[in-house]
């Protein structure tokens, strides 16, 4: 098994494809939660890691106390420095909770989420599991939404794909950013612009490949 704590040493190298990844998701990030209604925001992170992505963008957003943020992150060690990092960046509104990510009912009453990122999760799934989360991030987020997620683009490239997975599932693309990096990295920004007919899954989104 990957040990994800030492998978994140490389974000503090800015040469590294998840330093350069990292900055392009806090960019669509902080475009997200200003795109979002006047008011509370809803943001919720699937597979948080130490939320580097959310902690590293409130502490200068101008809308942070807006933003009611809930990190899910099944490792304890990572969900731990999340809580750390959130607290020494003076962030209240931010909770992480340590929890299957793939099961819905772990933060089901976050929802409907107005910012829903989904970093670092479909290029260690199915690609079946990857159209089930797209479908249901239909269902898990309010109407304007954005979903930001990442996916590498090494053959067989399935970004093409997702991306209409998402158009499918009544999202509109806001960006989609193939990025130069040796691990060919790519960040998508999706909108949603009509709801879905169906519930939440019962079932889990996705199961981490081994």
């Known amino acids: ?41 809803r943001l919720v992170s699937l597979c948080a890691g130490q939320g580097r992505d959310v902690i590293g963008v409130l502490p200068g957003d101008p809308r942070r106390d807006d933003v009611h943020a809930v990190l899910v992150e099944s490792d304890p060690r990572n969900a731990k420095a999340a809580r750390r990092a959130a607290a020494q960046a003076g962030l209240p509104l931010v909770e992480v909770r340590e929890a299957d990510a793939a099961t819905v009912g772990s933060f089901a009453d976050a929802l409907p989420a107005d910012v829903l990122l989904l970093c670092g999760i479909f290029g260690n799934v199915s690609d079946e599991d990857i159209k089930r989360t797209v479908g249901a991030s239909a269902v898990m987020c309010a109407p304007g939404a954005t979903v930001i997620w990442t996916r590498h683009r090494r053959p067989p490239d399935v970004t093409p794909q997702i991306r209409a997975w998402f158009a499918e599932s009544g999202f509109d693309e806001v960006a989609f950013d193939a990025l130069d990096t040796d691990r060919l990295m790519s960040v998508g920004a999706n909108r949603l612009s ?17």
């Open 194 to 210: 009509r709801g879905a007919a169906a519930g939440l899954p019962g079932r889990p989104l996705f199961t981490f490949r081994p």
């Open 1 to 41: 098994m990957r040990d994800w704590v030492a998978w994140h040493e490389a974000y503090d190298d800015p040469s590294s494809f998840l330093n350069v990844r990292l900055r392009k998701v806090q960019e669509r990030l902080s475009e997200a939660i200003g795109a979002a209604p006047a008011g509370p925001v």
